[in-house]
């Protein structure tokens, strides 16, 4: 069968690359650069804990020592601390990493994989559709045609592929624009972020009266200062204005001495593309969906949409079409996107806008900074990881169901648990690989070897019922999990949300919850094929 084309070599489509040559499908990455990425201190992403997760898996780099796990979060106002926040590893810890480093550890990972072909100075400009496949063609030194399985446009804001596919962009322009600065120092809190909003010294040029600071590893920081509507021009000499007034204010009074590294200006944009899937061809990350005011983080959007988007390629990739799992990949990423963008654009007129609410509703600033540090730490409405509640893919009624601490759709907890050859793993380092997942909580069996109980108690017919599923799935066994009863039982999809928590070995039960993930019985799903191949 042929590759999946990739057109986009930027961190999402190198995610969704390596992601699928895991799982045994060949790829080629349309690179219309030369293959390196320009270093660009200031350019730099924020990655919650889970996402950093599957960074590191694909790339077999411990992020953290490449990136910045922040030791807390501090927000101010004037001159009052208006919340702290202490990471002591008893929950998410965001990752702040130069987007150029976690780039170029995506490119060395695929540098040693044989599945994947990098096509580099090879610019898309035709995409030819038919039922069997997609063929591409790009310009440049190397111009050809390409045929493809599929083909996915990582391709940015401007996408090519998403304006020969004719897919509309609607949105908003410009919802904020930032001036931006790294630079090496010393801050009054080393190693936490810092969100200062309304600061008591005066600041010269254009201002909005907010500044972030963001600590990068070896004393480097990323400083935002966000700006007012407009286009007002930001200079040279007004940003390095800006900085020593800043870094004076923090340091009460004097500018500490600094090395600039980098500047720049970051506008946001709000956008959603109309349609994320035109028959073979599917949108990933800026391409389909723009965001990031108020803290959150677009890119953290884009590793999602590729780790939702491989496994399902790769079934259809290995089994035959499976339109209703395909088609659940636009379902269930444009919600989650959408409802990030609503909750974004309900907040900014509270936020952003002169008086009102904030100056006559008593405890609206505390309320105000709640909605920022939700942004900015990937909490609540603003920056959780989406669930897929109302996905196509979840069971119906199961008789067997429970309720854990984790709901249907949600991203499972990352709990130790026993691999099938006895060995002590953490439950993300299983997911990625195309099978479901299976987890058993059994209290006790941690302190035994796997050789001792595989054979006892309930195993042995949760170990058929699961060789019987539909689609390959590997048994594991944890000790516990938060609000799960002994004897439960965990369906887990292979990009780590949950299907269902069971009472129990229920055979038909678990089948049933393990065929709707998949998008439905192969009978039907060959029928949709049929069909959709007779269009």
Not at 362 to 389: E, K, V
């Amino acid at each position: 069968m042929d590759p999946v084309i990739i057109v986009g070599a930027g961190p999402v489509g190198l995610t969704l690359a390596l992601a699928l040559a895991r799982q045994d499908v060949p790829c080629v990455v349309l690179d219309e650069g030369p293959g390196k990425d320009e270093p660009r201190a200031a350019r730099t992403v924020v990655l919650r804990e889970d996402t950093a997760a599957l960074m590191e898996r694909l790339t077999g780099v411990p992020l953290d020592r490449a990136g910045a796990q922040w030791a807390g979060w501090r927000s101010v106002r004037r001159k009052q601390v208006m919340r702290e926040v202490f990471f002591d590893g008893t929950e998410p810890i965001p990752l702040h990493i130069a987007q150029h480093v976690l780039t170029g550890a995506l490119r060395a990972a695929l540098s040693g994989e044989r599945l994947v072909k990098v096509a580099v100075e090879s610019r898309l400009d035709g995409i030819e559709q038919e039922s069997s496949g997609v063929t591409a063609h790009t310009r440049g030194p190397k111009g050809t045609w390409w045929r493809g399985s599929y083909l996915v446009g990582c391709d940015g804001p401007r996408s090519t592929v998403r304006k020969l596919q004719d897919i509309r962009f609607p949105g908003r322009t410009a919802v904020e624009r930032h001036a931006v600065a790294a630079l090496r120092t010393e801050l009054p809190w080393p190693d936490e972020a810092l969100l200062h909003r309304m600061p008591p010294w005066r600041m010269s040029g254009p201002s909005a009266g907010e500044v972030t600071a963001r600590p990068l590893p070896d004393g480097v920081w990323r400083l935002d200062w966000l700006l007012p509507p407009g286009k007002d021009l930001v200079t040279p000499e007004l940003l390095l204005t800006r900085i020593r007034e800043t870094l004076a204010g923090w340091a009460g009074g004097t500018t500490p001495p600094y090395d600039l590294l980098d500047t720049g200006v970051h506008t946001v944009h709000h956008r959603l593309a109309r349609r994320w899937r035109a028959d073979r061809v599917f949108l990933a990350g800026d391409a389909a969906h723009l965001l990031g005011a108020l803290g959150t983080h677009g890119l953290d959007e884009g590793l999602r949409d590729a780790d939702n988007l491989a496994w399902k390629l790769a079934l259809a990739w290995h089994h035959g079409p499976h339109e209703a799992l395909l088609d659940s990949y636009q379902t269930e990423r444009r919600a989650v996107v959408a409802a990030r963008l609503r909750a974004a654009d309900q907040a900014l007129p509270l936020l952003r806008g002169g008086g009102g609410l904030r100056s006559y509703v008593p405890g609206s600033a505390r309320g105000h900074d709640a909605l920022l540090t939700d942004g900015h730490l990937g909490q609540g409405q603003l920056g959780a990881p989406g669930a897929y509640a109302d996905s196509p893919l979840a069971p119906g009624k199961l008789e067997g169901e429970v309720p854990v601490d984790t709901p249907p759709g949600a991203p499972v907890t990352d709990v130790t648990v026993t691999a099938e050859d006895g060995t002590f793993v953490q439950l993300r380092d299983r997911l990625g690989r195309g099978s479901l997942l299976v987890v058993l909580i059994a209290p006790g069996t941690g302190v035994w070897e796997r050789k001792h109980w595989v054979s006892a108690g309930i195993m042995p017919r949760l170990a058929a019922a699961v060789t019987a599923l539909p689609h390959p799935a590997e048994l594991l066994v944890a000790e516990s999990y938060p609000g799960a009863p002994a004897h439960t039982v965990l369906l887990v999809r292979p990009d780590g949300h949950l299907v269902t928590a069971l009472s129990g070995v229920r055979p038909a039960d678990l089948y049933a919850a393990a065929e709707a993930t998949v998008g439905g019985p192969a009978k039907a799903q060959a029928e949709a094929g049929a069909s959709a191949g007779s269009h």
